[in-house]
């Protein structure tokens, strides 16, 4: 078992690791809309939030040596399935005609009052 850190992603808000590399399989853990340089959170529209957490979920992926087309499952976390379409537009422009597995669920509340965490599973 590996972790995987890096800079290039928000650190954790918590005790866990950004990733955890595996048998083959990296582990990302879920990643909020914050930008990595400025620590601040994305507030801006559903598709700002997505294109933020799915860009700090590539970075993770590049510092474990793997790439958005190597991730087999995403689950998405949203307070509001109201923006589904708007998620799922920016979510796809990551993926080309085979996107991976995925749930998209809704719930009550998020860390640090985001709208939106996405969480991924890859292979190395």
């Keep these: 078992m590996s972790i995987i850190s890096t800079e290039k992603a928000p650190a954790a808000v918590g005790p866990y690791s950004q990733g955890i590399s595996m048998n083959g399989f990296i582990f990302v853990s879920g990643q909020l809309p914050v930008n990595p340089e400025t620590g601040a959170m ?3 529209s559903a598709k700002e939030m997505t ?4 860009q700090n979920i590539g970075a993770i992926l590049s510092a474990a040596g793997s790439s958005f087309e190597k991730i087999v499952k ?4 949203v307070t509001d399935l109201a923006l589904f379409s708007e998620v799922n537009q920016a979510y796809s422009e990551f993926f080309g005609d085979n996107p991976p597995s995925r749930s998209c669920v809704q719930v009550s509340a998020l860390p640090k009052g985001a709208g939106i965490e996405i969480e991924a599973i890859a292979c190395v």
């Design 74 to 77: 995403t689950t998405i976390y």
């Design 51 to 54: 294109i933020q957490s799915m």
């Design 42 to 44: 994305e507030a801006g």
